[in-house]
């Protein structure tokens, strides 16, 4: 199986939640503040390539706006414009020597007493990955990477790019059955609210990769988790816990009136009562045993072959 030579998802990716100086946690600025900016109803999106069209841009820009919204009103939540500003889309060139990671940041800033909210799209020329999770991230900013995750992959499922990682173009519940099964899977209490249990760590002042692994093995699993408690308890619930967690430090029991180590034993059982579980599973088992670094690659490019076919 040959692993996809583009449109390959950007894992190593940064999502900087605190509001921090323009250098301290994104190094790619550059020069172009005047740019001229396409703008939307909660957007404001640049092209920092220089190599796509008016259209092009046009069409990016109607497409993050389309979905964002969706994401507001998913949530019934206010897109906190007067208070900071609409959320700004740059538009990159992918990243890699030879171009070939597609993928998406969110970073907060503070520019003169300004909060700034960017995400930066790297690779806007095919279909964006991990857009609207990070978009999701700008409108519900936290510390705290398993909240940011459970709330911001699903969003991507329902309104953006089934390809993007970590789903990689299969579903979490696959994704999470697989990691059970093959006892890869990370108990989410291990799941800190920094990068460090996350497979990433901070050097140099950026989050950086350090296990490819378990990196997807913990977002598949966010994402999974997202899933069960939106369908558990629902958005709205899930909205305040959210609020709450700003507050103090996870409010599981405050909110759903169960630890997470409980929550957890819940959806594992949600995992495991699916009847229908297809070849899916054994797929992407036999994918992440044979090739774990590489197993979202591989599995893009089945899912992109399985879609041909039909």
């Avoid at 323009?22 to 740019?35: A, E, N």
Wanted: glycine residues 8%.
């Amino acid at each position: 199986m040959a692993i996809m030579a583009v449109e390959k998802v950007f894992s190593i990716f940064v999502s900087c939640i605190t509001f921090l100086s323009l250098t301290s946690c994104f190094s790619t600025q550059r020069p172009g503040s005047s740019m001229p900016a396409v703008e939307t109803s909660y957007l404001m999106v640049r092209d920092r390539t220089g190599q796509l069209t008016d259209q092009q841009v046009r069409m990016i820009a109607n497409k993050a706006d389309s979905a964002l919204g969706k994401v507001l009103n998913f949530w019934s939540e206010d897109p906190k414009i007067e208070e900071l500003g609409k959320i700004r889309l740059e538009l990159e060139k992918p990243r890699g020597e030879r171009g070939e990671y597609y993928g998406a940041v969110f970073k907060g800033e503070l520019k003169d007493s300004e909060r700034i909210r960017t995400v930066y799209l790297f690779g806007a020329d095919k279909e964006p990955q991990m857009m609207v999770h990070k978009l999701t991230h700008a409108t519900f900013f936290t510390k705290d990477k398993l909240i940011r995750n459970m709330m911001g992959i699903p969003m991507e499922v329902m309104f953006g790019n089934l390809l993007t990682f970590p789903m990689c173009g299969f579903n979490n519940f696959a994704w999470g059955l697989a990691f059970r099964e093959s006892k890869s899977n990370i108990p989410l209490i291990d799941l800190g609210p920094d990068h460090e249990s996350w497979g990433m760590t901070i050097k140099d002042g950026l989050p950086t990769l350090i296990s490819r692994r378990t990196q997807h093995i913990c977002y598949a699993e966010a994402g999974s988790f997202g899933f069960y408690l939106l369908d558990t308890y629902g958005a709205e619930k899930v909205k305040t816990f959210y609020r709450l967690s700003l507050q103090k430090e996870r409010p599981w029991k405050d909110i759903f009136g169960l630890t997470l180590k409980e929550l957890e034993t819940n959806w594992i059982q949600s995992l495991e009562s699916i009847q229908q579980k297809g070849n899916d599973v054994s797929e992407l088992k036999k994918i992440f045993r044979i090739s774990p670094d590489q197993a979202c690659f591989y599995a893009q490019d089945l899912a992109i072959k399985a879609r041909k076919g039909k």
